[in-house]
């Protein structure tokens, strides 16, 4: 294994902050497992004379972000600022005092796709008041943090050349976005003295710009599949591209940037890069308002020592022995079980209707009883660790499974609760008590841990989750029937946003059923959705519609109420960019597929059938009869 010259690890405090005791703590952490440098992932989050929009409390002053600095140089950690210079501005444009130089300013909202976004993401490259803006906040950071490096992200830009003044550009989109990177490295490297690193995703849809910029930017490389013998670019059909070699060969250095899910995540990319250039690492960890670091130092730890060296097998046993003080063979085992099955993989979600999607696969349903065996061991385990923190990762990462059990539950028990063809029975409520019992405990739990390790600081994300969570399950209890409409589905890539409209008997007007994001669970190719729709109305014609970046496969549809089983009898017509259509007719694995296949042209052109038109099918449906 590669001994990597930089070794780096991320904290994202944009999406959630961390108290300065906490970075204290994880910086004496990290420097044990064997890092370097620590990138504070920050966005607008330090308060300072040009951007100084984000109350006290959702921000930290220019004095707390240096304390921590002066604490780091004491343990040789390098603080690495990462913020973002174009994609990702949220944090910025969410203040009407930010809008005048959004890319969005003069659209409603409405950027690459047709729909409104309900906060700007994207700066304005063309206009000289957010270069005079940026250039400003970049130099009170630089003045902040002494590293010789500074990451401006420029990751997923997704809303680039759409208003009037950059659409003049004559270089388009990777005219507009090299312009900008040059701009930035004028700011960054020849004013400030600093190393410009970005992320390198960008890169998909604009390659030529990789000859139009400065060569001695660092670029960071993101990938977070289990397996990265070989990587994949991110969006559409992910051809695969030999990333570390190429960039050596156009004279650029790279690091690698696995996440904290898996640690086969970790362990691939990082034999991947060992055969070619690389300078170095950065383990990225992202969104944790509402969760937690703990569950991810065996992560930490084990990545830490790989990059100095360590076979695999030897890297996971000195982080165990670090954090639990414990070297048995089981623990061991499990807890590399634990790490390596991604126990992040329940994702958290508070409505009712989005536990409609079918019996668990057969990957959840082998994730579910890890999780209980996981479970019953780690807890077993808990009772023996008497290192401190050994016992806060261990209480975390039963939290995480703890939540697993009870989404499995949900997907068990709400469907009950939509079943067109039979009612509730009184078990079934029982049953579903007992869920939002398991729920309010959860969430007691998770408010508990919070205060231990963020004392002082709200936590508004898990209040709202849960919250909303509650709510929608306990409607249940009085829920009217209603019928059910189900999709089955085939993805890969990125996935259009869809709407679903039904004609009844007693109307001639077409009624919307739901229009979101038919994403899959985790990355399912095949997948299953449902949603309520009438109970008693016959329906007789349903469309199924999609636009956006990316495309939607449905293998099936069927509408199940009062009146019977609806299924397509007969397609009645077709817009936009339809193929397989006669799949539909069958309820087998073939699929129909609606939109255009990424490519590097359609990207760059924002009135393509892959951005703003709408792809449709239009079936008439026939009560299936039973012999």
């Not at 009407?96 to 409603?108: A, G, K, P, V, Y």
């Not at 309900?118 to 130099?139: D, G, N, Q, R």
């Not at 695969?240 to 004279?251: P, S, T």
Request: proline share 4%; with cysteine.
């Amino acid at each position: 294994m590669n001994n990597f010259r930089l070794r780096a690890v991320q904290l994202d405090l944009a999406r959630q902050m961390e108290t300065i005791d906490f970075i204290k703590e994880f910086i004496d952490f990290i420097t044990k497992a064997g890092f370097n440098t620590l990138v504070l992932y920050l966005e607008g989050r330090v308060r300072t004379a040009t951007f100084s929009l984000l109350p006290p409390d959702e921000s930290y002053s220019v004095e707390e972000m240096k304390e921590i600095v002066e604490y780091a140089s004491q343990k040789n950690i390098d603080i690495i600022p990462a913020t973002q210079a174009l994609g990702h501005a949220e944090h910025f444009l969410q203040f009407e005092e930010m809008q005048h130089i959004s890319e969005l300013r003069d659209t409603d909202g409405r950027g690459r796709w047709t729909g409104a976004c309900p906060v700007s993401t994207s700066f304005c490259p063309s206009l000289s008041e957010t270069k005079t803006f940026l250039s400003e906040y970049f130099t009170e950071l630089a003045g902040i943090f002494p590293s010789r490096y500074f990451n401006l992200g420029m990751d997923e830009v997704w809303h680039i050349g759409i208003c009037d003044l950059c659409r003049k550009h004559p270089g388009s989109q990777a005219g507009i976005f090299a312009d900008h990177i040059n701009w930035l490295y004028s700011v960054i490297s020849k004013k400030l003295g600093k190393r410009m690193m970005i992320w390198d995703d960008m890169f998909q849809h604009y390659p030529d710009v990789l000859n139009n910029i400065p060569n001695d930017i660092i670029l960071c490389a993101w990938h977070y599949d289990a397996v990265m013998h070989f990587p994949y670019w991110h969006f559409g059909t992910q051809p695969r591209v030999d990333k570390l070699n190429l960039y050596a060969k156009l004279g650029f250095e790279c690091i690698i940037c696995p996440a904290d899910f898996t640690l086969r995540n970790t362990t691939t990319f990082t034999e991947y890069a060992s055969s070619r250039p690389c300078m170095g690492a950065l383990l990225t960890m992202w969104e944790k308002s509402d969760c937690f670091y703990n569950e991810s130092f065996p992560a930490i730890a084990y990545a830490g020592n790989l990059w100095q060296g360590m076979s695999s097998g030897n890297a996971f046993k000195s982080a165990l022995e670090s954090i639990f003080e414990c070297s048995e063979t089981v623990f061991s085992a499990i807890l590399k079980t634990a790490k390596e099955i991604n126990i992040w993989y329940w994702r958290r979600d508070c409505k009712a209707e989005n536990y409609l999607r079918g019996e668990l696969k057969e990957e959840e349903y082998i994730i579910k009883t890890l999780t209980d065996t996981l479970t019953e061991t780690l807890s077993q385990y808990l009772i023996k660790i008497n290192n401190p923190r050994g016992k806060m990762v261990l209480e975390n990462m039963l939290l995480r499974l703890e939540y697993g059990k009870i989404y499995t539950m949900g997907r068990e028990i709400i469907p009950r609760f939509f079943d067109p063809e039979k009612s509730p029975s009184q078990v079934d409520r029982e049953r579903l008590k007992n869920l939002l019992e398991a729920f309010r405990d959860h969430y007691s739990k998770l408010c508990d841990f919070w205060a231990r390790v963020r004392p002082g600081i709200p936590h508004k994300a898990l209040d709202s989750f849960f919250t909303t969570a509650i709510q929608s399950f306990s409607s249940l209890m009085t829920k009217e029937a209603n019928g059910l409409l189900t999709l089955r589905l085939f993805d890969i890539g990125i996935t259009q946003d869809t709407e679903v409209l039904v004609k009844f008997t007693d109307s001639t007007e077409w009624e919307s059923i739901f229009n979101t994001r038919l994403t899959p669970y985790y990355h399912e190719t095949c997948h299953e959705r449902s949603f309520p729709v009438s109970f008693d109305r016959v329906p007789v014609a349903i469309r199924f519609e999609t636009w956006g970046y990316g495309t939607q496969g449905i293998n099936f549809i069927e509408i199940v109420n009062s009146h019977g089983r609806f299924i397509p009898g007969k397609i009645q017509l077709t817009k936009g960019q339809v193929t397989g259509i006669e799949n539909i007719l069958a309820d087998d694995a073939s699929y129909a597929n609606l939109g255009e296949s990424y490519s590097i042209e359609n990207f760059n052109n924002h009135g393509s059938n892959a951005n703003k038109k709408r792809h449709g099918i239009e079936l008439l449906l026939k009560k299936e009869q039973f012999n």
